[in-house]
């Protein structure tokens, strides 16, 4: 038993060892060309747009693992938001927005 605590405690402060982080967190380039980070904040993620008109401003909080997330997008020219989605493959993200979800816009963000 005290073999096991041993081995676990030296895998977790041997450089290069880490937990990895969720495959949406990053930075993204928007469909607008601006750079989205998708950060973890509490339980959730956040997206914060980087550059751009709106830099500085929050734009999502999506909730999820892997990857599928779910969870609210502003539309930052019109400050409307909307239920939204993310869907990771590879380095692509594909975000979607929805009203009553029957009426949905989607994009694809490239990863940097």
């Given at each position: 038993?005290?073999?096991?605590?041993?081995i676990?405690?030296?895998?977790?402060?041997?450089?290069g060892?880490?937990?990895?982080?969720?495959?949406?967190?990053?930075?993204?380039?928007?469909?607008?060309?601006s750079?989205?980070?998708?950060?973890k904040?509490?339980?959730?993620?956040?997206?914060?747009?980087?550059?751009?008109?709106?830099?500085?401003?929050?734009?999502?909080?999506?909730?999820?693992?892997?990857?599928?997330?779910?969870?609210?997008?502003?539309?930052?020219?019109?400050?409307?938001?909307?239920?939204?989605?993310?869907a990771?493959?590879?380095?692509?993200l594909?975000?979607?927005?929805?009203?009553?979800?029957?009426?949905c816009?989607?994009?694809?963000?490239?990863?940097?």
């Open positions: 038993m005290k073999l096991r605590i041993w676990a405690a030296a895998l977790l402060t041997v450089p060892v880490a937990l990895a982080a969720e495959p949406i967190e990053g930075n993204w380039k928007t469909a607008t060309g750079t989205a980070a998708i950060t904040c509490g339980g959730s993620f956040c997206i914060t747009l980087k550059t751009g008109k709106h830099a500085g401003k929050r734009i999502g909080k999506l909730d999820g693992s892997g990857a599928d997330y779910t969870g609210s997008i502003t539309d930052p020219e019109t400050d409307k938001t909307y239920s939204g989605s993310g990771v493959n590879g380095n692509s594909r975000m979607k927005g929805c009203v009553l979800a029957v009426l816009k989607s994009q694809t963000w490239s990863r940097l």
